[in-house]
């Protein structure tokens, strides 16, 4: 009798439980970390303790008093739980470091906000109609934003947000190909391509015309603490196959190496898989995300500021993070990833990045192409903070 009363009691308390986790996973989506887990968490612990105490204990011979203390420990218990998980999940979340690049409203363009690059002069091209309209990568939309002030009208709303109605927006690399690709945009600041990007691009008939309009540096970051300063080119190859594992090994502490992926197809990832050149990239962190009706998938989890963590971006996202983040840019090879280096090539992870549309856009909207690599853009690239080609 006891066991088949301790059977159905484990059985409902933890139907009780898995219901109280669903509706707690559907209801705290849009702060699943500091909220949701611990309360999930604590539920199981109750959960866990009520079965272990119906198990070891007949609760029908208690007494009031006796089930009101054990209940009020109980309850005591499950808030230090919640508590102690909740501030582990927010610090876990204060490392985050969100390739975030700049808010865009603060570089939309015809708004005074100060914040662009200008001429000192009229734009030798300007627009009056038939405006192209273009996407890009997060952290080139200041500069394409300094475009738009110096050669299109102020007579229109370029919100950058608004995919829908705005002529110039800025949806990611991945999104603003795809959108290249399916003819709802025109021209797109980004890096090069990926190789899925290429094989979309062919499987689609679409002929990509990439336009050099500026250089800028591949770089690694670690914890400003790490006593690492320096990698050899090997040795990033070497921690990104896996094949290092250890901080000791490139002359740092003994920790194990966590080294953080970004998306695939994003600019950054795109650029860690053309250095690996034909060393196997090893599988990326992966974090569970809540999606959708509270169902999970994983996902490349997002750099988290750790002693032991490594990371990569552009130079432009990396000294935007610094100022909030503590994080330190590695030299390759001893070289300081800096305006110089990456202006003669002395850094060895250099690379264009691209003013990217289609063949027929290409001859369609080729005076502005054409003004990108001229003085006047080059300049508006070099006051936003990226490398000029010359």
Not at 72 to 99: H, N, P, R, T
Not at 216 to 243: C, K, W
Request: aromatic fraction near 12%; charged fraction near 20%.
């Amino acid at each position: 009798m006891k066991l088949l009363k301790f059977s159905v009691g484990t059985i409902f308390i933890l139907f009780v439980t898995v219901v109280i986790s669903v509706f707690v996973a559907l209801f705290t989506m849009g702060d699943p970390i500091t909220l949701g887990r611990p309360i999930i968490w604590t539920v199981w612990y109750i959960a866990i303790l009520l079965i272990v105490c119906m198990g070891l204990y007949d609760f029908s011979s208690f007494s009031k008093q006796k089930i009101r203390k054990v209940l009020g420990w109980g309850a005591l218990a499950g808030v230090v739980l919640f508590a102690s998980v909740k501030g582990y999940y927010m610090y876990q979340d204060s490392l985050k470091i969100e390739e975030r690049g700049v808010e865009l409203t603060d570089y939309q363009p015809f708004t005074n906000s100060g914040q662009l690059a200008k001429l000192d002069h009229e734009s030798t091209v300007k627009f009056e109609g038939g405006l192209p309209r273009l996407d890009g990568a997060t952290a080139l939309y200041p500069m394409y934003a300094s475009f738009v002030e110096a050669v299109y009208p102020d007579s229109e709303t370029y919100d950058p947000y608004n995919d829908q109605t705005s002529k110039v927006v800025s949806t990611t690399t991945p999104e603003a190909y795809s959108r290249l690709m399916n003819n709802q945009t025109d021209v797109i600041f980004v890096a090069g391509p990926s190789d899925r990007q290429l094989q979309e691009a062919e499987q689609k008939d679409v002929s990509l015309h990439m336009t050099a309009i500026g250089r800028e540096a591949f770089v690694f970051f670690v914890h400003e603490d790490n006593p690492v300063d320096s990698l050899t080119m090997e040795q990033v190859r070497g921690i990104y196959s896996g094949d290092i594992q250890n901080w000791k090994e490139v002359g740092g502490n003994s920790e194990s190496i966590r080294a953080f992926q970004r998306p695939e197809d994003s600019g950054s990832q795109t650029a860690l898989q053309k250095m690996m050149g034909e060393q196997k990239l090893m599988e990326a962190p992966v974090e569970d995300v809540p999606e959708g009706m509270g169902g999970i998938i994983q996902q490349t989890s997002s750099y988290r500021n750790h002693k032991n963590a490594i990371g990569f971006s552009f130079r432009y996202y990396a000294t935007e993070m610094v100022k909030d983040h503590k994080i330190k840019l590695l030299r390759v090879e001893g070289i300081e990833p800096t305006v110089e280096t990456i202006q003669d090539g002395s850094y060895p992870l250099t690379s264009e990045f691209y003013a990217v549309t289609t063949n027929e856009k290409a001859r369609q909207y080729g005076d502005f192409l054409n003004w990108l690599a001229s003085e006047d853009g080059q300049t508006l690239v070099e006051e936003t903070g990226y490398v000029r080609l010359d």
